[in-house]
């Protein structure tokens, strides 16, 4: 649909998937983005991430070829009991009932796709542009080079460790130790395809998790099959020690922790090779996401990291750029100033990714239950088919279709109440609050403030992973 908004001279800090997609929603309507970013290059980096059908739709329609994408299509989620691989619930993903495919893609090709993408649209992406100061009353950005960048309008996509967060909200910043890491491993689909038993793992193509005490592990075939990902989430057992927030993985270690679960699981342990574990944190809810002056603004990870429970952050981001250029779009549609334009941003969007953020936050403790009466509830809510009480988010169509079914550029779907349950509430409720009680009283949330680690936490994932592409400073904190 064509726009009538008055073209924004617009500059997005992070060359992320939220900022790209961030220049491809707000580029397609005549506005002239520039995108500026620290890292040096743009490199093979990350493992695999999952594009739902809320993330799909946005992406597809404002122009993404998803054709020249290698991927796999998820058909549907399996969990399993971790010990013996009995399934817990099975749920299909229909397209139809979302319009829009459920994708299990590389982060590296679809970041890839995204910029270039943008830059045949004319938007340059600028490497090695790493901002020390912001001036949002001027709206400008100087950058370590010297170089300044003014805009009508900046929008922060700068993830986690974002510098302009603190200095928008005039708040510190103390980003929460969950008490979970977690490891990021890819495996050579062919490894498994010799297998019988693990084979139907690439040629059925479905995102699989096995439930277990203190973990769970999610896996799934991406890049048509040539790779299969798999994301374990367990507690810290001292394996990050002290302030240490990414450290490489031991097979070793992965093997003997998981020496008792599925023959499944076993294998894919053994399979393991080079993986990096990374402590898993978020914020706290923020009180703002733009300046007074209606010159800057927040945007994905900078603004809501997430939890990678319900593998939203990234489509959360997508969705984000979404309700921003349907607000903005009301500049000349309706008559709004710009600030009152990130205002309604704010007011819509905040809402929304605030129940997911909790969401994601109590399955954390609903996958992760050890046997006992409590799992035999969770198991037995599970197995009871679609219905409002199943502990799991997915576990009710109408909580689905509030999710995969939004469209963030129509704000009346935006808008919508979650319908049911809130998170916390119900079976899902008693499980947090045991969870909590077990670990004194604060769910394993615990306040470090990191914001000195930042440095540190960059220089040793490019040291580790050998790298020098800017998505490596995504890897800890992304939904995938």
């Keep these: 649909m064509p726009s009538t908004t008055t073209p924004l001279n617009i500059l997005i800090i992070g060359a992320g998937l939220g900022g790209l997609s961030t220049a491809l929603a707000l580029g397609s309507d005549g506005h002239k983005c520039t995108i500026i970013d620290a890292a040096p290059s743009f490199g093979e980096a990350g493992a695999g991430i999952r594009i739902p059908p809320n993330s799909s739709r946005l992406l597809m329609r404002w122009g993404l070829d998803f054709e020249k994408i290698k991927k796999s299509k998820s058909e549907r989620y399996h969990f399993l009991r971790w010990d013996d691989g009995n399934t817990l619930l099975e749920i299909p993903f229909v397209g139809k009932d979302y319009d829009a495919p459920y994708y299990l893609v590389h982060r590296a090709d679809l970041h890839a796709a995204l910029l270039e993408k943008v830059e045949s649209m004319g938007v340059p992406v600028l490497p090695r542009k790493k901002v020390v100061e912001y001036d949002f009353d001027n709206k400008n950005v100087t950058c370590e080079d010297g170089t300044t960048y003014s805009a009508d309008l900046l929008i922060c996509a700068d993830g986690i460790k974002s510098i302009a967060r603190p200095l928008l909200t005039g708040k510190e910043d103390n980003p929460r130790d969950t008490g979970d890491v977690a490891y990021r491993i890819l495996i050579p689909g062919e490894k498994l395809l010799a297998d019988p038993e693990l084979a139907e793992l690439i040629t059925k193509p479905c995102t699989t ?67 990096l574990k990374w402590r898993l944190g978020d914020l706290q809810e923020l009180t703002r996401w733009s300046n007074d002056a209606g010159t800057a603004v927040l945007l994905g990870d900078s603004c809501h990291p997430m939890l990678p429970y ?107 109440p979650l319908p049911g349950k809130g998170p916390g509430e119900g079976l899902a409720g008693e499980v947090v609050e045991e969870a909590e009680a077990e670990k004194g009283g604060n769910g394993g949330w615990v306040v470090r403030t990191v914001q000195e680690k930042v440095g540190e936490v960059v220089q040793g994932v490019k040291e580790v992973l050998g790298l020098n592409g800017g998505m490596a400073k995504e890897g800890p904190y992304s939904a995938a």
């Design 209 to 275: 998790s096995w439930c277990g005490p203190d973990a769970h592990l999610v896996g799934y075939p991406i890049r048509d099959g040539e790779l299969y990902n798999i994301v374990v989430c367990a507690t810290n057992l001292s394996e990050l020690p002290g302030e240490e927030w990414i450290v490489k993985g031991s097979n070793e270690e992965l093997c003997a922790r998981f020496a008792s679960w599925d023959t499944k699981v076993q294998k894919l342990c053994k399979l393991s090779e080079g993986f």
């Design 310 to 416: 319900l593998a939203q952050g990234a489509a959360q981001a997508a969705e984000d750029a979404a309700t921003l250029r349907a607000c903005i779009r009301k500049i000349s549609g309706q008559g709004i100033t710009l600030k009152e334009a990130l205002l309604q941003y704010e007011k819509l969007r905040k809402p929304r990714v605030t129940t997911v953020t909790k969401f994601t936050r109590t399955h954390q403790h609903i996958l992760h239950i050890p046997d006992s009466s409590l799992q035999r509830r969770r198991d037995a809510a599970m197995a009871g088919g679609d219905h409002e009480d199943s502990p799991v988010f997915w576990g009710w169509r109408e909580r689905r279709l509030w999710l995969f079914g939004c469209d963030a550029e129509n704000l009346e779907s935006v808008a919508k």
